[in-house]
């Protein structure tokens, strides 16, 4: 709910660009269909609300999660960060300094949170996207909607509300010079439907339709949430590389016994070119204690698109990965792929890589990269704690290579259980799969993004905020399960996404989330201040006073 709160904050303050249409039903879409060129939608979701779903028996771990007060501090730190970014985004355009905008649009968050809520975003630009809300609120919430909304509207430059009507229903209007130029709020049974645009408001006006027919302003999915989101367009607005394809995406969340269930469809805008093939997995090097097992294919295509791989000499790239980690000490985690001639190209490897990481990855420019022909090892040196490697791999795995993050040997375990890799065998549509132990995983992901974060020379994150106090909290991890996903081919263009979790996040996934809400843009997403920045800010450098003559 929080990603979706961040999306619409952002359309508050001007970022909300297009896309095209689509339901939040399964898609009918057929493989060679074109996007429409008509007016689409670029976001729509149905929410249940947190206040129906408390006395829901299913997903139980994710309502305890969101029970523990170390939780509620993470929201509300996020909620009052979303509150704060339209008048830090849009300062030029308030007509008062002396509002705080933030108080007024912060209760309107916190409903969005627990009420039952529909909405969507039309348009195809940026400048003509119209957004249309229904919120499901007693009358005494409805009222704080209706005052707060007018202020707001003032605030940003809107003309005096005067009465507006549709559909039957009553309610106000105001008007402003720039977009969105419209404003308007009606009461509709018991919903607060609020609409912003540059247009007549037709989205509302239907929404209002549906609302008088049927009392409710959509045909509700089946989940706690459904959403859909066309992410090509939201891409840019949240700092997302544009080099990707980015896909329509179709979501459904939902409690199934303790755990959540979530199913997601992604429509590409292209056939995907991704030359699945039979899986070979390397089952005598991969063994107990497991707490992870990922296996991902179709990357060939990918990685010949990439210029560092051309550069670092791999003419035939890999096209299946597998990685996992292990329990018994931290940074236990390694990956592995087919590499025929390992003794070749390893070398060749080792003696391209410097140029490539200062030509590809300038942040990570740190340490030595050396070759070891004793080991027929790459190995990368002075990293703090850190030793990653590259290597051939051992024993009847031969063909393939060996990479982790600090050199070890793996011990004589029993290989890893047959019911795992039964997951991935077999399946000739599967594109990934990943099981985890999330509760280790999340501990790894935290030591790892904090170790990367070291060796790039960004400023360490604080250590007295609410995301990092979340993640530090035994109470979260002990509720933190097993977390499996796949994801298969449905068509060219279609892929299908399936989860099951504790709460709906994997361990890396949780990592990143309280780093995103720690950042100082948030709901924008801006990479860590470097600490050589940092230091220049803080001690400015004084010039040298000038001699005399």
Same mark, same amino acid.
């Given at each position: ?26 898609? %009918? ?55 704060? $970014? ?14 705080? *905008? ?72 105001? *008007? ?56 090509? /367009?939201? $891409?840019? %607005? ?14 459904? +969340? ?30 005598? *090097? ?13 990357? =060939? $295509? ?38 025929? &001639?390992? $003794? *070749?190209?390893?070398?060749?490897? %080792?003696? %391209? ?58 011990? &004589? ?50 250590? &007295? ?15 933190? +399960? ?16 399936? =989860? ?38 803080? /001690? ?10």
């Amino acid at each position: 709910m929080r990603i979706l709160l961040s999306l619409l904050t952002l359309a508050a303050v001007g970022l909300g660009p297009a896309g095209h249409d689509g339901g939040l039903g399964p898609s %009918a879409v057929a493989a060679d269909a074109p996007r429409p060129n008509t007016e689409a939608v670029l976001l729509r979701w149905h929410f249940q609300g947190t206040a129906r779903l408390a006395g829901n028996t299913e997903g139980t771990l994710l309502r305890d999660v969101c029970a523990l007060p170390s939780t509620r501090r993470l929201v509300e730190e996020a909620l009052s960060k979303l509150a704060r $970014a339209p008048q830090e985004q849009c300062r030029t355009q308030l007509t008062s300094t002396n509002l705080d *905008t933030a108080a007024l649009l912060r209760p309107l968050l916190d409903d969005l949170v627990q009420a039952e809520s529909f909405g969507e975003c039309r348009g195809t630009t940026p400048a003509t996207a119209e957004w249309s809300l229904a919120v499901r609120l007693d009358a005494a919430r409805a009222q704080v909607w209706d005052g707060n909304s007018r202020q707001l509207s003032a605030a940003f430059g809107g003309t005096a509300p005067r009465a507006a009507q549709a559909a039957g229903f009553d309610g106000w209007e105001s *008007t402003r010079p720039s977009a969105p130029t419209r404003l308007r709020l009606l009461r509709a049974g018991g919903w607060v439907v609020v609409s912003w645009g540059n247009g007549r408001l037709s989205a509302q006006d239907q929404m209002l339709e549906r609302l008088r027919g049927s009392g409710h302003p959509a045909t509700a999915g089946n989940g706690w949430l459904d959403l859909e989101a066309d992410l090509a /367009h939201w $891409a840019p %607005a949240l700092g997302l590389p544009m080099s990707i394809p980015w896909p329509r995406a179709r979501m459904t +969340g939902q409690g199934r016994g303790p755990s959540v269930r979530s199913n997601v469809e992604l429509v590409f805008p292209r056939p995907l070119d991704l030359a699945l093939a039979e899986w070979q997995i390397p089952t005598n *090097t991969i063994r107990e204690p497991l707490i992870s097992f990922t296996a991902v294919q179709g990357l =060939r $295509a990918w990685l010949q698109a990439q210029p560092w791989v051309k550069q670092l000499g791999i003419d035939q790239p890999p096209n299946q990965l597998f990685a996992w980690g292990l329990s018994q000490v931290p940074f236990e985690t390694y990956a592995m792929w087919r590499m025929p &001639n390992s $003794a *070749t190209v390893l070398p060749r490897i %080792a003696k %391209a890589l410097p140029g490539v990481i200062e030509t590809n990855f300038p942040l990570l420019k740190v340490g030595e990269v050396t070759w070891e022909p004793r080991y027929s090892q790459i190995l990368w040196r002075r990293l703090p704690i850190l030793v990653p490697y590259l290597q051939p791999a051992p024993g009847p795995d031969h063909d393939f290579v060996l990479a982790g993050v600090f050199p070890t040997t793996l011990t &004589n375990q029993p290989p890893g259980p047959p019911e795992l890799f039964s997951q991935v065998l077999d399946r000739t549509n599967l594109v990934y799969y990943d099981w985890e132990i999330t509760q280790n995983r999340l501990q790894d992901w935290r030591s790892l993004i904090s170790l990367y974060s070291m060796v790039a020379g960004y400023v360490p994150p604080p250590t &007295n905020s609410a995301a990092y106090r979340w993640l530090m909290d035994t109470n979260l991890v002990s509720h933190l +399960g097993n977390a499996a996903t796949e994801v298969t081919v449905v068509n060219p263009r279609v892929l299908a996404v399936t =989860r099951t979790s504790s709460v709906g996040f994997t361990g890396l996934e949780l990592a990143l989330l309280a780093r995103w809400v720690d950042s100082p843009t948030f709901p924008a997403y801006r990479a860590p201040e470097l600490i050589s920045q940092w230091r220049q800010r803080r /001690h400015p450098a004084t010039p040298p006073p000038r001699l005399g003559p």
